[in-house]
Nanobody, 120 residues
Framework: DVQLVESGGGSVQAGGSLRLSCGAS????????VGWLRQAPGKEREGVAA???????SYTDSVKGRFTVSRDNANNTVYLQMSSLKPEDTAMYYC???????????????WGQGTQVTVS
């Protein structure tokens, strides 16, 4: 089965940090771009950061300089280190897999269940 499992969400004060983790099954991890996308209540789902199997990264403008995506190929895990968090970063965060580096949620074929991040 294809599986993506997120962890690491929680509540934090503005200016704080969180690290999200996404464990992926080997069948999708090897050649896939793994991305982090988020959705706040009443808003469209948006791509936040993505990284492909060659380590090529992509970030949406609002998180550049604050968020870092990385992958641990030995453990099939992708991380999203979030720093200088703002209340507008509050959302459900999903990891997902796509065949190429993209921030468009339409291109992602496999999704995790999501983890909530709340910044106050």
């Amino acid at each position: 089965d294809v599986q993506l499992v997120e962890s690491g969400g929680g509540s934090v004060q503005a200016g704080g940090s969180l690290r999200l983790s996404c464990g992926a099954s080997g069948s999708i991890y090897g050649d896939a771009c793994v991305g982090w996308l988020r959705q706040a209540p009443g808003k469209e789902r948006e791509g936040v950061a993505a990284i492909d199997s060659d380590g090529i990264e992509s970030y949406t403008d609002s998180v550049k300089g604050r968020f870092t995506v990385s992958r641990d190929n030995a453990n099939n895990t992708v991380y999203l280190q979030m720093s200088s968090l703002k209340p507008e970063d509050t959302a459900m965060y999903y990891c997902a897999a796509a065949p190429f580096v993209t921030l468009s949620h339409y291109e992602y074929n496999y999704w995790g269940q999501g983890t909530q991040v709340t910044v106050s």
